[in-house]
């Protein structure tokens, strides 16, 4: 079955960097948007940024612009996300998810798998 996992999260102190990872397996994602959701204790999971493997058209969430990057390995299939300049505002679960639906990329209820997410905080 479609599998996806992510790692790479921990702890660090404000203005440090993490990387993470996402890897899919069990299915074709050629033709699939990869997201990054995250979602904070008592808040809503909210769009961090996507990109569209076939194209490979990306969009940055206005709170993580200039300081987040997404890449992807299409061979792979996997999808990391760069981390930098980290804010304690960024703290939460990061949960890496697989999508067909193009014009609702925004939105975490079109996605059609999820990772198990990966604890990223940071300190002040």
């Known amino acids: 079955q479609v599998q996806l996992v992510e790692s790479g999260g921990g702890a660090v102190q404000a203005g440090g960097s993490l990387r993470l990872s996402c890897a899919a397996s069990?299915?074709?994602?050629?033709?699939?948007?990869m997201g990054w959701f995250r979602q904070a204790p008592g808040k809503e999971r909210e769009f961090v940024v996507s990109?569209?493997?076939?194209?490979?058209?990306?969009d940055y969430a206005d709170s993580v612009k200039g300081r987040f990057t997404i890449s992807r390995d299409n061979a792979k299939n996997t999808v990391d996300l760069q981390m930098n300049s980290l804010k304690p505002e960024d703290t939460a679960v990061y949960y890496c998810?697989?999508?067909?639906?193009?014009?609702?990329?925004?939105?975490?209820?079109?996605?059609?798998?999820w990772g198990q997410g990966t604890q990223v905080t940071v300190s002040s």
């Open positions: 998810a697989a999508g067909r639906s193009y014009f609702r990329r925004y939105n975490s209820g079109s996605y059609d798998y």
């Open positions: 069990g299915g074709t994602f050629s033709s699939y948007i």
């Open positions: 990109i569209r493997l076939s194209t490979g058209s990306r």
